[in-house]
């Protein structure tokens, strides 16, 4: 798989719904870390995700911790509009992993603490803006990388 999307404690079915569907597509892994702020069988996660879900690649994991030591991945990037490097000044390689926070308060600082600052990304935007809805965020980065290897198994 090209790059795995991290959702760390995901909210809002539907976003992970469709996320669910931008990696069934790209070829991206999926993590769930839990808590999740829904069930797992949400109807609302399953209608975003439309048939897709058979297609994707999705775990689930207790914690962040237990994410880590099951898959064991060579270079992470948290994204958070905490960051001053854009994610664009990133040569993405196969196998990258890209975390995404919360969808109503982000990546909590002491989460961002084990991310050097060359490692946390921000997706610019406008100056009065706050933030992008998660799926678009992912959907954003997961295709820069993807372009960046060439589309590694697309057509």
């Known amino acids: 798989m090209p790059f795995k999307i ?3 404690e995901p909210e809002i079915p539907p976003n992970t719904g469709n996320i669910i569907r931008l990696c069934a597509n790209t070829g991206a892994d999926l993590h769930l870390i839990k808590p999740l702020g829904f069930e797992w069988q949400d109807s609302r996660l399953k209608r975003a995700g439309l048939d897709y ?3 994707a690649h999705v775990m689930l994991h207790e914690n962040y911790a237990a994410y880590i030591n099951t898959v064991q991945p060579e270079r992470t990037f948290a994204f958070t ?3 001053n490097r854009p994610f664009s000044d990133v040569s ?5 992993a ?3 926070g919360p969808e109503t308060r982000g990546l909590p600082d002491e989460f961002l603490a ?3 600052a060359e490692n946390r990304l921000r997706i610019p935007m ?3 803006s706050r933030s992008l809805n998660i799926a678009n965020a992912v959907a954003i980065a997961i295709y820069e990388g993807w372009r960046q290897i060439n589309f590694e198994g697309g057509r």
Do not use: E, I, S
């Open 6 to 8: 991290v959702l760390y």
């Open 53 to 55: 879900h058979d297609l």
């Open 81 to 83: 509009t905490k960051a």
């Open 92 to 96: 993405f390689c196969t196998g990258d």
């Open 98 to 100: 890209l975390v995404f």
């Open 114 to 116: 084990n991310f050097d």
């Open 126 to 128: 406008r100056a009065a």
